[in-house]
C-alpha cells in the first residue's frame, strides 16, 4: 500500500538552529502534502498545505517565514524550522495526498522535536 | 468555527465490551467525507474508517463500524469487542472537497481497555 517515510523521527536541538523534517512518498506520486503540528494531548493542527511545484499555502497564524516548506518533487516535501524555539517544541506530522491512497491520505510517522 | 465536535472525556472500557466515541460536524456542503483515525501512543495516525457523504450504508471494516447519520450530522464509532490494543487516542476527521481536501479533525477521544 501507499507508504510515507518521514524523519527523523524525534530530534533535540538547540535554541536558535534550525530543524528539517522530511516526508518521502515511497511507492506513490504525492500530488499535495499537508503538514501538522501536535501539541500534547490535543488535536492535529494544520500549518501548510503544498503542491508539487507551487509555493504552500499557509494556515492563519503560522509564519511562513518560520516554517518553511519545500515540495519539490511528488515524492519529497520538506519542512524546515528556523531559527527553532523552545515553544516550537512538537509533534510534526505530514499527511499526502495522492492517486494511490485508499480514500486520499496517508500519513507519515511523525517527528518529535524538542528545543533546548 | 470548529467543524469537528468531539467531547467525551477520556473513557475506560472493559476488555471484549463495546465503546461508542461521539462525533458531530458542521457543514454547508452536500459533499464531504467523514474518517476515523487511531493514534497510539508512538504517533503515528493509523486510518480506521471512512464515510462519504452520499454513502447510504454505514461503513464497516472489521470490528469498527460507523454509524452515520447524516441529518443529526453525526458519525459515531463504534469499536466492537474491545482489545487492549484498542487502548489510544482517537480522532475524527472530515475533508471538505471545496477546501483544497484537508482534513480538519476533532480534538480526540482517549480510550483506555482495561483488562
Known amino acids: 500500500g501507499a507508504v510515507v517515510s518521514q524523519h527523523p523521527s524525534w530530534v533535540i536541538c538547540k535554541s536558535g538552529t534550525s530543524v528539517k523534517i522530511e516526508c518521502r512518498s515511497l511507492d506513490f506520486q504525492a500530488t499535495t502534502m499537508f503538514w501538522y503540528r501536535q501539541f500534547p494531548k490535543q488535536s492535529l493542527m494544520l500549518m501548510a498545505t503544498?503542491?508539487?511545484?507551487?509555493?504552500?499555502?499557509?494556515e492563519q497564524g503560522v509564519e511562513k517565514d518560520k516554517f518553511l516548506i519545500n515540495h519539490a518533487s511528488l515524492t519529497l516535501s520538506t519542512l524546515t524550522v528556523t531559527s527553532a524555539h523552545p515553544e516550537d517544541s512538537s509533534f510534526y506530522i505530514c499527511s499526502a495526498n495522492g492517486a494511490a491512497n485508499p480514500y486520499g491520505y496517508t500519513f507519515g510517522s511523525g517527528t518529535r522535536l524538542t528545543v533546548v | 468555527a470548529q467543524k469537528i465536535t468531539q467531547t467525551q472525556p477520556g473513557m475506560f472500557v472493559q476488555e471484549k465490551e463495546a465503546v461508542t466515541l461521539d462525533c458531530t460536524y458542521d457543514t454547508s456542503d452536500q459533499s464531504y467525507g467523514l474518517f476515523w483515525y487511531k493514534q497510539p501512543s508512538s504517533g503515528e495516525m493509523i486510518f480506521l474508517i471512512y464515510q462519504g457523504s452520499y454513502d447510504e450504508q454505514n461503513a464497516t471494516e472489521g470490528r469498527y463500524s460507523l454509524n452515520f447519520q447524516k441529518a443529526r450530522k453525526s458519525a459515531n464509532l463504534v469499536i466492537s469487542a474491545s482489545q487492549l490494543g484498542d487502548s489510544a487516542m482517537y480522532f475524527c476527521a472530515m475533508r471538505e472537497y471545496y477546501g483544497n481536501n484537508r482534513l480538519a479533525f476533532g480534538k480526540g477521544n482517549q480510550v483506555v481497555v482495561i483488562p
Open positions: 503544498s503542491n508539487e511545484g507551487s509555493k504552500a499555502t499557509y
